[in-house]
C-alpha cells in the first residue's frame, strides 16, 4: 500500500506541507519518496515582459534554483529515514498539472501527495487550480495537504470582524507564475 508516492515540491510553504505529510505516509507504508520539481519555462516566458534578462540566463538559474529546492526536500525526508529520489523536469509546452500525471504513470505511482492552497472564489478563477486537475486526471490516487490558514485571518473571520482588503498592483507577467 502506497510504497511508491510522488511528491511535486516547488519550495513553496505549502508545497513543504505536503511533503511532511508524504514523509509521515512513507513512514507509516515503508515507501519510498520521488520528490519532483517542475522548471515551467512556459510561465516564465510569459512574464519576461516585466523583467529584464536573457531567457538561457533565467532557465540555467531556474534549474540551479530547482536543484537545490530538490536537495533541500531530499535531506529533510533522508533525515527523517525515508528512502527518497529526485527528479527535475523542464516544461516547455505543457500544463504542470500534465507533467505530474505523467511522472506518475511512468514511475509508476501509487499515490500522489500535494501541497494546495486550497483557493476559493475569484482566487481559484483567476489563478486556477493544478491540484484539482491533477486530482482529476490522476491515474492513482491524490492526498491533498491544503495548508493551514494564518491565524489572524481565520480568527478575524470567525469573529465577524471586518476583514481589510489590500490591492497590489503587479506587472500582467508576475500573475502567471503561482
Do not use: C
Not at 530538490?70 to 500544463?95: H, I, K, Q, S, Y
Not at 511522472?103 to 486556477?128: K, Q, S, Y
Amino acid at each position: 500500500m502506497y510504497q511508491r508516492i510522488l511528491v511535486p515540491v516547488d519550495g513553496s510553504p505549502t508545497s513543504k506541507h505536503g511533503l511532511q505529510e508524504a514523509i509521515r505516509m512513507a513512514r507509516l507504508t515503508g515507501g519510498k519518496l520521488r520528490l519532483m520539481h517542475v522548471v515551467d519555462v512556459t510561465s516564465i516566458a510569459l512574464s519576461f515582459d516585466a523583467y529584464a534578462g536573457y531567457p538561457s540566463d533565467w532557465l540555467e538559474t531556474l534549474r540551479k534554483d530547482g536543484e537545490g529546492l530538490l536537495a533541500d526536500a531530499r535531506a529533510v525526508a533522508t533525515a527523517a529515514g525515508v528512502e527518497v529520489e529526485t527528479v527535475l523536469r523542464d516544461n516547455f509546452a505543457v500544463p504542470v498539472h500534465e507533467l505530474i500525471v505523467s511522472e506518475a504513470g511512468a514511475w509508476p505511482a501509487d499515490l500522489i501527495v500535494l501541497g494546495t492552497h486550497g483557493r476559493r472564489g475569484m482566487g481559484r478563477v483567476m489563478l486556477g487550480s493544478s491540484a484539482e486537475n491533477v486530482l482529476r486526471r490522476s491515474p492513482v490516487p491524490v492526498l491533498l495537504v491544503r495548508s493551514p490558514e494564518p491565524a489572524g485571518k481565520a480568527d478575524a473571520a470567525e469573529e465577524g470582524a471586518a476583514v481589510k482588503t489590500v490591492r497590489v498592483n503587479l506587472p500582467s507577467g508576475a500573475l502567471s507564475v503561482e
